[in-house]
Structure formats: structure tokens, C-alpha cells
């Protein structure tokens, strides 16, 4: 077949906005119960609402069919919404915050008391107290920040305040006896990456803690998912060692499990999330990461040694043990994420579900490419590097491909290399991708975790610079039309690269960070002290921030940007996005705004991916030039020059 010759970035291609949001289907939090599983499954067609599935035998039930939506807003990031056990589920409903109950296939009920001001997660059974054990969320009116604590919910929906001497709490879990309760906690200005403390305490007969001691963690000890074996040891991960291991506490000893460089854990952002589980003779199945890639194995009980599971997957996480049996999210260049129960015995491995139903032909497919490459400093950088693919298109003669470089949000998050259809929406048009794991970015061990202390608007710009640099030297992309894009603290990095560099010829900031002292007065608790890690604290941040908050430095900007916000944007409001508008439009450089609305932190809605995808698109080819296809919807730029 004679492929047709187009400019580089308006090839046709199957992959269009609209298959791009069908595919959006999120999968969450598998969680077995017997031998029935669930899991939340995401409907970008229901105005984003997230519904529980539950999986008997060959039958598929929707526990919380609309209006129900199962999410939390605790810490504004949620997870762990849901709790199964016995045949029951028990799960946080987001229009009233309220904690609802469903058995078997009867319609849900609320549990909790009607109270829009409690927020509740991260839920776990104490059977024979009847109640539940949670993260609860108190938002009291006139108040600044909100009250944490763990709280029991009885199931007459009283509830009950166990522990309130922290600022932040995560995963109580009772052991398997019910006379014990750990929990994980920390305070301001620490984030949950950088200092944790694990606590254990006994369950009085009257559901009140009693002996409460710390076990583990410090402000410079990040401790994740405390869980209790079957014979009633508590495990926990610890980066005590400069990686996120495994640990066991037995009799006041606290033992390495299996010393290795590698992540057992991944950053505490939002609730439920787990790496490792147990089988019945206390085998440990885990899935660690080593430079972004996954791996799954198994650490026989009283063994130090991994025996690594053969699997398709390059990333996999929400990792639950069933039976001889593991169910886990999994992903590869080749595989867009799935949930798939593997048998640990035989390796036989059952798709469950899947978030892309149909994938396109593999030849509009770009496999991602691991790279690492020089940085500032003399640091070395990471990142997928995903080059053009279409078999119908070839560029004009002696082109090279746009490169849009990607930088992840967090800005603690780690870019993976698990197809995504928005990633191959880009690349089957010919604009090659580079995905950046800068210098901050997990799953490379906490050296290269912290390299971002201090450092945030200096060494993630760096290693994005770098990697643009590193494809043009090696005659991959065209220098002439290279972009940045990202979204939260990745727009952030869009901003500053396009302030203070002068390599990147357009960007797209999807609800960046403009004004780090706007961040600040306008942050959520969770994130309120985070800047004191990522620039400084106060008042030694004032200067820094006047010097890296690109809404001061709007003068330097030369570059076309477009910018994409969520009216209900609570982690960063709608403000940040529109001085930077603003400051652009007056100063003449080509700038485009697209507000959504009923979208806050991340776009859910169908209808919003197809808007944003579209609109980035015609404006990328409208400031180079390039005649967008038609049916293509138009843009307002202002300060137009083409």
C-alpha cells in the first residue's frame, strides 16, 4: 500500500479524540471477598462517575448503579472508597459524602449519619465491634483546614474518634484477632513520601485504643501499607534503606525482609492502594518497581529470597491475593491496563476486564522506549521515548517529527510505560512523545526521589530540557517544533520550561501551577506545607518563589501556550491558570484558554477529553503552520499571528 506524504503532525488517524475518551475507562481497587471480586470501574459517559462491580462465577453485578458514585474526597484525592467482606460492601458515596451498605444484590442503604461536612476513607471491618475503622475527614465551617482523625462507624452510624493527634492519617488495619488496631499517621509540612510513623495499639473491650506505640517511621522514614499476615505478624515497606522494602514486626523486632534495591511501595497520594498480600501459609506475593518497569514475584514465608513470576506487564499495582490466585492492574507497551487474575501455581492468566475494549491496529501503535540521558549537573535522566507510527502516512522528504515532551504530575508520580491511547493519539498523527521520569520522580529508589528537594522548577525542567535536546542530537525530531505539556505540577514544569529556557517552541498546561504563593494560599490541607520540600520553607521561600513562579517572568515567555482548567479545580484553582492567561494576552504572545466546567482536579467527563485533545491539537498545528484536517474544531487564539 503507498503511503500518503503529509506534514508531520496532520496525518489521519484512527485514533481520534472521541476513541481516546471511550477508552478512558478506569479501573480501580480489585478487592476479593470469598470467591466473589470487585472493583470500580470508571464511566467517562456518566458524567465521570466511578461504579462498583462485583464478579460471581461468570455474572457481573452493578452494586451501585446511578446516581451512586463511589468516591472519597479525603485528603481531596480519595481512594479507598469501598470495603467488601462477608457478602457486604460498605463504600462512601461522593454527592453526600455519606458511608452507604449493600448485601448481596439488595439495594444500597446509608450507614453513616447525614453530615456533608465528614469525609470518609480508607475503611476496614472490626467485625466483632460491629463497626467500621476509617480515615474520617472533618470540614467544620470558619475553619482554614479541615479535622483528621480515625474514627469508627458503627453500624448504627454513630461514631466514635479512636486516634486525633496527627494531622494525617492512613490505612488502620485490624489484625486478623480483632484485638489490635496499626495505623499510619504524620503531620505538616511532612508529605507522606518523606516521613511517616507507623503506630500500633490494643482494642480495649469497649472499641477505645489502649497502649498506643510507635513501631516504625520517623520524619525522615516514609513507612506504606501496614498489613497483618494471616498468623497475625504485622508487615509494613520502609525506605529506612534508601529503597521501599519489606518489613516485619515480631515481638518488638522489626526484620528486613528481603534487602533490595528496588520500590515495594509507591507514594501515598490517595488511599487503598497495595503492592503486596499474603496467601494462606503466609507466602508474600508482591510486585516491586525497578527504573519505572514492574516485576511480580514471590517471597516464600520465612525465606529472604524473591522468586520472580513471569508476565506480560511492564507496570502493575493494586495488587490482591485470592486463594492460590493474585488479581492485580497490569499494563505493558502493548497493553493498555487491564485487571487479570494470574495463578501463582501454573502462571495461567484470566483477563477480567480491561479499560480499552478494543485496541487499534497494532501497526498505529508506537511501543514506548526505555532511555536514560545526560542531565544538568552530571545527573542522568529517564524517560519512554515513543516515535511516530502510522502505515498509512510518511513525512514530507527530509522531515523530522514534532516532539512533545511530557512532564508527570505530582510532581512525586512516575510516568510508566502502559499504552495509552492518549499517548498514541499524538504519535499515529507523527508527533513523536517523550514521557520524563525527571529527577523527583518514584520508582528509581529515594536518592533519586529527593533530588527534587529544593530543586522543584529547576531539576524536572532540566531533565524535560534535556531529553528534547538529547532526540534532536540524535537526529530523531525536528528542533524547530518541539512542545511541553503537562498537567498539575507537570504544568508547572510547562510554564518554567517556556519562562526559562528557550528550547521548546509551544506548550499546553492542563491546570498548572503559575504562582507558587497563590499555590500556597489557595492549597488543600494535604498539600498546604509541600512547597517547604520542593523550594524551601518560609520565609527563605519568598525569594525562591519570586524567582521560580513564572507569573513574575511572564516577559520571558515568547513561546504559544494554551492552557486547560476545571471550574471546580479545589488542588489548583481556576486563578492559577487565569493570571498566567492574563499575563500572556498582555504581552501579545499567541495564548488560548478552555475552561470546563463541573471538572475539577483531572478531566472525567467524555466530553472533556474530546474538547482538550481537539483543542491542543488544532492549536499545535495552527502556531506551526500546519493546515489542520478538516472537521477539526477551531480555537480561539488570542494574540494570533498566523
Known amino acids: 500500500m503507498t503511503k500518503q506524504i503529509a506534514a508531520a503532525g496532520s496525518w489521519i488517524s484512527p485514533i481520534d479524540a472521541a476513541t481516546v475518551a471511550a477508552g478512558a475507562a478506569p479501573i480501580a481497587q480489585a478487592v476479593p471477598d470469598g470467591d466473589d471480586l470487585y472493583w470500580l470501574a470508571g464511566r467517562a459517559s456518566e458524567n465521570g462517575r466511578t461504579t462498583l462491580l462485583r464478579l460471581r462465577g461468570d455474572d457481573l453485578h452493578e ?6 458514585n463511589v468516591r472519597s474526597r479525603v485528603h481531596e484525592y480519595g481512594g479507598g472508597a469501598y470495603l467488601a467482606s462477608g457478602g457486604a460492601v ?10 452507604y451498605t449493600a448485601a448481596g444484590d439488595a439495594a444500597p442503604l446509608p450507614m453513616s449519619q447525614e453530615n456533608q461536612q465528614h469525609r470518609f476513607a480508607d475503611f476496614v471491618l472490626d467485625e466483632s465491634k ?23 462507624v458503627g453500624f448504627d452510624g454513630v461514631e466514635t474518634v479512636l486516634v486525633d493527634d496527627n494531622d494525617f492519617y492512613a490505612a488502620p488495619r485490624v ?30 473491650v469497649d472499641g477505645t485504643l489502649i497502649n498506643g506505640r510507635l513501631i516504625a517511621g520517623s520524619a525522615d522514614e516514609a513507612i506504606c501499607q501496614p498489613e497483618w499476615s494471616p498468623s497475625g505478624l504485622l508487615h509494613f515497606v520502609s525506605d529506612r534503606s534508601g529503597w521501599w522494602n519489606l518489613y516485619a514486626f515480631d515481638d518488638g523486632v522489626v526484620t528486613a525482609l528481603c534487602p533490595f534495591e528496588a520500590e515495594f511501595a509507591a507514594p501515598h497520594w490517595s488511599f487503598g492502594g497495595a503492592m503486596y498480600g499474603f496467601r494462606a501459609n503466609g507466602d508474600i506475593v508482591c510486585t516491586y518497581i525497578q527504573n519505572a518497569i514492574s516485576k511480580l514475584a514471590v517471597l516464600p514465608a520465612g525465606t529472604h529470597g524473591l522468586q520472580t513470576i513471569d508476565t506480560p506487564y511492564q507496570e502493575m499495582r493494586d495488587l490482591r491475593v485470592q486463594g492460590d490466585s493474585v488479581t492485580l492492574l497490569g499494563g505493558a507497551p502493548t497493553i493498555a491496563v487491564e485487571l487479570v487474575r494470574l495463578d501463582i501455581a501454573t502462571g495461567t492468566r484470566t483477563v477480567l476486564a480491561k479499560s480499552i475494549a478494543t485496541l487499534p491496529d497494532a501497526a498505529y501503535l508506537s511501543v514506548a522506549q526505555a532511555v536514560s540521558y545526560p542531565s544538568a549537573n552530571g545527573r542522568s535522566a529517564h524517560a519512554f521515548y515513543y516515535p511516530p507510527a502510522n502505515p498509512d502516512f510518511a513525512p514530507l522528504a527530509g522531515e523530522l517529527p514534532p516532539l512533545m515532551v511530557i512532564g508527570h504530575g505530582g510532581p512525586t508520580s512516575m510516568a510508566t510505560s502502559t499504552l495509552k491511547l492518549a499517548t498514541q493519539f499524538w504519535t499515529s498523527r507523527g508527533i513523536a512523545v517523550l514521557d520524563v521520569n525527571y529527577g523527583g520522580s518514584s520508582g528509581f529508589g529515594r536518592a533519586y526521589r529527593d533530588a527534587l528537594q529544593g530543586q522543584w522548577g529547576v531539576v524536572d525542567v532540566d531533565d524535560c530540557v534535556a531529553g528534547a535536546e538529547y532526540l534532536v542530537a540524535q537526529g530523531l525530531v525536528n528542533p524547530d517544533r518541539l512542545v511541553i505539556r503537562g498537567g498539575s505540577a507537570g504544568g508547572y514544569t510547562v510554564l518554567s520550561a517556556l519562562a526559562f529556557h528557550d528550547v521548546f517552541k509551544a506548550g499546553a498546561s492542563y491546570y498548572g501551577v503559575s504562582d507558587l504563593a497563590g499555590l500556597d494560599a489557595d492549597s488543600h490541607k494535604f498539600e498546604a506545607r509541600y512547597t517547604d520540600y520542593l523550594i524551601a520553607p518560609q520565609p527563605q521561600a519568598q525569594a525562591l518563589y519570586l524567582e521560580r513562579s513564572p507569573i513574575h517572568h511572564a516577559d520571558k515567555l515568547k513561546s504559544p501556550m494554551i492552557f486547560f482548567q476545571g471550574l471546580d479545580d479545589k488542588v489548583v484553582p481556576p486563578p492559577q491558570s487565569e493570571v498566567m492567561v492574563d499575563a500572556l494576552r498582555k504581552a501579545g504572545v499567541p495564548v488560548a484558554y478552555m ?48
Open 63 to 68: 452494586v451501585t448503579p446511578a446516581p451512586f
Open 130 to 152: 460491629r463497626r467500621l475503622i476509617a480515615v474520617r475527614e472533618q470540614h467544620i465551617e470558619g475553619e482554614t483546614y479541615p479535622v483528621n482523625t480515625i474514627c469508627a
Open 90 to 99: 460498605w463504600f462512601s458515596n461522593f454527592a453526600d459524602n455519606r458511608i
Open 175 to 204: 489484625s486478623p484477632d480483632g484485638r489490635q488496631l496499626a495505623w499510619m499517621c504524620w503531620d505538616n509540612p511532612r508529605m507522606p513520601w518523606q516521613g511517616t510513623e507507623l503506630w500500633l495499639a490494643e482494642i480495649d
Open 595 to 642: 475552561t470546563l466546567e463541573g471538572e475539577g482536579h483531572g478531566f472525567r467527563k467524555a466530553d472533556s477529553i474530546v474538547r482538550t485533545l481537539e483543542a491542543e491539537l488544532y492549536f499545535y498545528l495552527t502556531v506551526f503552520g500546519i493546515t489542520p484536517p478538516a472537521g477539526l474544531p477551531a480555537v480561539n487564539i488570542e494574540n494570533r499571528t498566523t
